[in-house]
């Protein structure tokens, strides 16, 4: 690391062009290839998925994405003349767009149930050629356009759908402009230093603009969700911007004891560096482990979102030392350069309300530990009622067609139109075909049924379809109890005698089979990205207790996290004002990949906070003063750290997006709760209350673990010293039990 760092020095010109090269060839190919991100849910083998693939086979025209166009009037009805006559054309003009397979109206005999009751509101669908993740965006925007063209003073036009959804931006970049201005900030705080509180900053933006375009151009080889560039955004100038920071801070940490600037540098790599390459390890580990899911929607995520990570890392110890070789002695503030010629190198003592902290914890180690369980436990209570379902476009902002159009539908038909139910089977037979006519009558007297579609054929009569409306919205638990009540209860009574095998399809049975493929998986998933993360923090710090009081650390972080996200998204508790939405479940996909991020970045700061506390032990083999020495040197740079890290994820609720804004706190919550109750309370008591046992290591296990150390080498040798002492002592402690006379 250090004869990396040199290098980086000395070529420091050749360095930063490198990676300017690499930023804007990347971004060019980016230009060039365009987007070609995909949400695609389904996964195969589940009833939702047999349902989508049987209605492509037998309607091949209805396989694709099915949106719907919805007007308004105020006054009159939407079935006089002028208005059947604009909307009959804008119709026309849609159903002859590229993409477009059908468009079904309200104005012929098939359409009565398209129009509400009062006369006012009516829709008509318009099935794409291909399922939503792979329309083309333009083709999307020429249907919207063409459909609010029709749309006069007295004549509202919105449109809703997956596909439409396709052409609603995000709201531009304020979130990110937010995060780092704040990030600069804190930074300019911390250091006093403009140049050096610019520098993490730099450093971030070039690594994950870098990373920001590679994922483009990774949506063309992989399935990559539309929300994973902005995931990928908010991790990586979260975790560079910490990586940056936590190097600068070693590196002024150095001028101040008088190390020359090149030297500084290169200790400060070979140091913190080390533990920023570690850190990033188990964070991209953590992100991989989403891969032995074997779900194509989410190897897309944990490539892209470990591809930042990487790359962020990789600009933290090339990129970094080259900006810091051109600022020299600017590093430090003003004040810190005069002290520094006036009184020449000084060690920097932890002072202050660090050193206070770290006794106070060394003195009251049991009560802080249980305060700081207290918290993480009343925090994680939510947890336990967690629900994993679909939002739907009712929590769009209201000003997009989407959300507008959602509730022109749920206020003229019901809030189930905005999410109907799919039953598809295949058929053989007269008697197939009288089970599913009786089956309308069945269906409408259901609980939780509004009203049922006729059943249709397709050309052979081979295959056949009903849609159910239900009374209540896809996101609502009541229209996952009535998926479940028809694939248990009634479809099984009706096929009985028959030859019929209907499958349930649609929005929200897609969601509800995502969840539970998920949830039979995460067990596996959790143990896997546990147990790496054990065996990295074991062979790092030859301890058994180091991995084991981290990975319930982690858990417990996460735990939390996932706590406050129940309670602000799926309970409601401010969504409304924080603009997002009304209360809902949470996303299916969102605990695999919060797990991954949350268990990576929880591990960061274990490893800065303990790695010091290591190289303490190492120096000294005193447990107390190695935890007292260790928290107080790093808890103030961990808690800068986090508050820049808070900062920045908070700032992605202004995105505009539910998902995006429920990893912003979910991981705002985290970080929180993990640097100023975990790093800096629970986890030294603990060392404390355990002493010399955090460093316990069976001698076999010593023996067999290969040595891959964050300490410098310096700290490896006094390890060995260290370890040699302690064989002295207990051989002469041995010696002398024969000594003793029997």
């Not at 397979?101 to 099935?127: M, N």
């Not at 560096?273 to 953590?286: N, P, Q």
């Not at 695999?592 to 929880?602: A, C, H, Q, R």
Request: charged residues 15%; negative net charge.
């Amino acid at each position: 690391m250090a004869a990396l760092a040199r290098w980086c020095v000395q070529r420091r010109l050749v360095a930063v062009l490198l990676w300017l090269l690499a930023f804007g060839g990347v971004t060019a190919g980016a230009a060039v290839a365009g987007a070609a991100y995909s949400n695609d849910y389904q996964v195969p083998g589940t009833e939702s998925g047999r349902a989508t693939q049987l209605l492509q086979d037998g309607f091949p025209g209805l396989g694709g994405d099915s949106d719907t166009v919805v007007w308004h009037t105020d006054s009159g009805t939407v079935r006089a003349a002028d208005v059947q006559q604009t909307m009959n054309r804008a119709l026309e003009e849609i159903a002859g767009l590229p993409g477009v397979a059908a468009v079904a109206g309200p104005y012929d005999d098939r359409g009565a149930g398209q129009v509400s009751a009062d006369g006012r509101t009516a829709y008509a669908t318009v099935v794409f050629e291909d399922t939503a993740e792979n329309i083309d965006r333009a083709e999307a925007q020429a249907v919207v356009d063409t459909a609010q063209a029709a749309g006069t003073d007295g004549l509202q036009v919105e449109l809703g759908g997956s596909a439409v959804a396709l052409t609603e931006s995000s709201g531009g970049h304020l979130a990110e402009v937010v995060g780092v201005a704040v990030a600069a900030v804190v930074l300019f705080l911390a250091f006093g230093s403009l140049a050096a509180a610019l520098l993490p900053i730099a450093t971030a933006l070039v690594g994950v603009g870098t990373a920001y375009a590679g994922i483009v151009l990774l949506g063309h080889a992989m399935t990559v969700a539309d929300f994973a560039p902005m995931l990928g955004m908010l991790i990586g100038l979260g975790v560079g911007i910490d990586y940056a920071l936590f190097i600068v801070t070693r590196h002024r940490r150095g001028l101040k004891r008088g190390l020359p600037v090149a030297e500084s540098i290169a200790n400060a790599v070979a140091t913190t560096g080390r533990a920023v390459v570690f850190a990033g390890a188990t964070v991209c580990i953590a992100l991989l482990g989403m891969l032995i899911l074997r779900l194509g929607f989410l190897n897309g995520v944990a490539v892209a979102a470990s591809l930042t990570v990487v790359l962020t890392v990789a600009a933290s110890v090339t990129l970094l030392p080259a900006l810091l070789s051109f600022i020299g002695m600017r590093a430090l503030s003003r004040r810190e350069r005069r002290r520094l010629a006036e009184h020449g190198p000084e060690p920097e003592l932890p002072t202050g309300f660090a050193a206070r902290w770290s006794a106070f914890v060394e003195r009251h180690p049991k009560l802080l530990g249980a305060l700081a369980l207290v918290v993480i436990t009343v925090l994680a209570l939510p947890t336990l009622g967690l629900r994993l379902g679909t939002s739907d476009q009712g929590n769009n902002p209201g000003t997009s067609t989407t959300r507008q159009a959602y509730d022109l539908l749920a206020d003229g038909f019901g809030p189930g139109v905005n999410g109907p139910l799919t039953l598809v089977t295949h058929v053989d037979g007269a008697a197939d075909r009288l089970a599913l006519d009786n089956l309308d009558a069945t269906l409408r007297t259901t609980e939780g049924v509004a009203s049922v579609t006729p059943v249709t054929y397709d050309a052979g009569g081979d295959t056949a379809y009903l849609t159910v409306l239900p009374e209540s919205s896809p996101q609502s638990e009541r229209t996952s109890e009535l998926v479940e009540r028809l694939r248990s209860d009634v479809l099984p009574r009706a096929e009985t005698g028959t030859s019929l095998d209907i499958h349930v399809g649609g929005m929200t049975a897609g969601y509800d089979d995502f969840a539970d493929v998920i949830v039979g998986k995460l067990p596996l998933f959790v143990g896997v990205v546990v147990g790496l993360g054990c065996v990295l923090l074991l062979l790092a710090f030859r301890s058994v207790g180091i991995p084991l009081k981290a990975a319930a650390m982690n858990i417990a972080a996460v735990a939390a996290a996932f706590g406050v996200v129940v309670a602000v998204f799926q309970w409601g508790w401010g969504s409304e004002f924080l603009g997002l939405g009304r209360a809902g479940p949470i996303e299916p996909f969102l605990p695999v990949i919060m797990v991954s991020v949350l268990f990576g970045l929880s591990m960061d700061y274990q490893v800065f906070l303990v790695s010091r506390m290591y190289e303490e032990w190492l120096e000294t083999g005193d447990n107390r003063r190695a935890v007292r020495i260790g928290l107080a040197e790093t808890s103030r740079v961990i808690n800068s750290a986090a508050v820049i890290m808070i900062s920045v994820f908070l700032a992605f609720v202004l995105s505009g997006d539910r998902v995006i804004a429920m990893f912003g706190i979910a991981l705002a919550a985290a970080v929180a709760l993990d640097a100023f109750v975990l790093r800096t309370l629970l986890v030294p008591a603990l060392m404390h209350l355990l002493g010399g046992a955090n460093w316990w290591l069976p001698r076999r296990l010593d023996a067999l673990l290969p040595r891959i150390s964050i300490e410098p080498p310096e700290c490896r040798a006094a390890h060995e010293r260290l370890a040699d002492v302690v064989e002295e002592l207990e051989k002469e402690r041995r010696e002398d039990v024969r000594d003793i006379a029997g």
